[in-house]
């Protein structure tokens, strides 16, 4: 395998790109794969390879929305040119099949994964409750989460909050905001956390699942918005709860209820990290890449 910086491609290339469709392969049994689409539309401009794989993520979500129509034009006459492409939520399965018109096995489901080696397990504290939440991708809400969080710390007053997200709100009393921190210090923020709260607007490529899989790795439950393909990670009442989207109050409800419950907060924990080990981990996640492109 050979990895490639493929840079930037200007607007006027990926037009070109676009019109002249996939460089010839070599001839033989070469592949490249892109791990989303606009790495992919990158690829097509400069790598010649026998076949082609790429992952998509935020397209099916402009779809739904009915955003950028031109630019999703030019992806779509792209992407059809691949051999197979893969997603990470069951939610997007079916309406990439319909947008590219292509046959079952040429739209994979692809499971996530993490690091199960580095976020590695560790029991809950048992000191001041720490919830944690971090992301900044479009389809987080911050508003919610904020709303849900200044219930929470009312309820139980002890507790604290510990925030990375990109909003200009002010934040409630008892939350502290962050900026980027590396993954090491993530690592240790998540050790010394006993819940992960996770607010996302609708969507369909499950926004917030890393978050969630690396709490759920080092043994945190999760708490996290039900959209379509995040029940794929996170398994309702087992490693965390799934609250329907711009619901405040169920997530407060929802946090609050495992923080009050040590035990069950363990549980969950421990199924959350097990689900990872058995599923949801960076070597499972290559072996059915493999098993796509092979």
Known sequence: MIASDLGVVSHFERIKTVCRGRLPGPGGNTTAIAWDERTGLRMLNSVRADRMYCGVI???DNLMRR???LSLMELRRALKTFDGVWCLSTGQVALLRDWLGFRVDQVRYLRFGVDADFFS???????????????????RDPKSLYEALDIVLKRIPDAQALVQ???SMPAPKGVKVIE?????RLREIYRRSSLAL???????HASGMTVALEAMATGRPVVVTDTPGMSDYVREGESGHLVPCGDVEGLASAAIAVLDSPGVASEMGSKGRRSVEEMFNTESMAKRINEIIS
Not at 121 to 139: C, E, K, T
Not at 198 to 204: F, K, M, Q, S, V
């Open 165 to 167: 997200c990109d909003t």
């Open 121 to 139: 397990f560790s029991s809950l504290p048992n000191n001041r409750p720490l919830i944690v939440s971090f992301g900044n991708d479009r389809d």
């Open 180 to 184: 980027r921190v590396s993954h090491q």
């Open 67 to 69: 955003e950028s129509r």
């Open 58 to 60: 935020w397209a099916t």
């Open 198 to 204: 996770i607010a996302t607007r609708p969507n369909l």
